[in-house]
């Protein structure tokens, strides 16, 4: 008996959906009358732009999608991001060589070539109106001994 009620309620539903479906077409739907203006039901003008597609949203979508795409190629960002990353792992090393003597040697020779370097800045700066080939010839070998 439970079940019949449940068929003839169905039943009901669907006739009564499927008239008020029909009820609610307009005979004149399919063609619709452009000399008369769009009005709402309360009498004002429709909007039409919630009828007309956004175009900025398109244009965002594509954005969008241009953002969050998969490439393989490295942009400027990834490689300044590498950078960073290199930067932070070499910060992080300890000098293990300070106290040797390798470094000592390397001290040494850089005072050498510093004192070297101040010599020819001073004769070129102050004099500067006495410069002549046999100075800058010593100045050439001086060099030519901070490269070996």
Do not use: W
Not at 25 to 35: F, G, K, L, V, Y
Not at 36 to 49: C, H, I, K, M
Not at 123 to 148: D, E, M, P, Y
């Amino acid at each position: 008996m439970n079940g019949i009620y449940r068929h003839c309620f169905l039943i009901l539903t669907m006739l009564l959906m499927g008239m008020t479906a029909t009820a609610q077409r307009r005979p004149d739907s399919a063609r619709r009358d452009t000399a008369r203006p769009l009005r709402d039901t309360a009498g004002l003008p429709r909007d039409t732009a919630a009828v007309r597609r956004d175009s900025m949203r398109a244009r965002r979508a594509r954005e969008i999608e241009s953002l969050f795409a998969d490439t393989a190629r490295l942009t400027a960002s990834d490689y300044q991001l590498l950078i960073e990353r290199n930067f932070v792992v070499l910060d992080q090393i300890s000098n293990s060589t300070e106290d040797s003597s390798v470094n000592k040697s390397i001290q040494d020779e850089l005072r050498d070539y510093d004192s070297a370097i101040a010599l020819i800045r001073d004769n070129v700066v102050n004099n500067s109106g006495a410069l002549n080939l046999r100075n800058l010839q010593v100045f050439r070998i001086l060099l030519q001994n901070l490269h070996t």
